[in-house]
């Protein structure tokens, strides 16, 4: 009978672990999406067509970048204060944004291929 019970509770915890799981799962994805909305209204308002997605997944900046290719889009290129000052007040991660400099160190190149002066973003 101990040996019954024993493998219930177990089978009880693998269950409770996996649901766990999965509503942490649920909880990212919803709150991405949450997060993906609120941007999209405030863009709407200010930016001129612009989209953001923020995902969770944890890339190098060079696989971000060919991840938003893959779309149809591109990291971010910031064109105002403003949408500096918006992004970094929603901001409660590290995300990567348009800005390198791969070519050249220290010569800081957007995605579109303004350098950050152009764009008079700081």
Known sequence: ????????????????????????????????????????????????????YFSSDQLTWSSSRAFCVSKGADLVTITSQSEQMFLYSE????????LNDLDTEGDWVWVNSQTLNDTGVQ
């Open 1 to 52: 009978m101990y040996v019954g019970v024993s493998k219930q509770l177990s089978a009880l915890e693998t269950n409770s672990t996996i649901m766990v799981k999965e509503l942490t799962d649920n909880y990212t994805r919803v709150r991405e999406q949450l997060f993906f909305y609120k941007a999209f209204t405030a863009q709407l308002n200010d930016w001129g067509g612009k989209l953001y």
């Open 91 to 98: 901001l409660k991660d590290h995300y990567w944004i348009g």
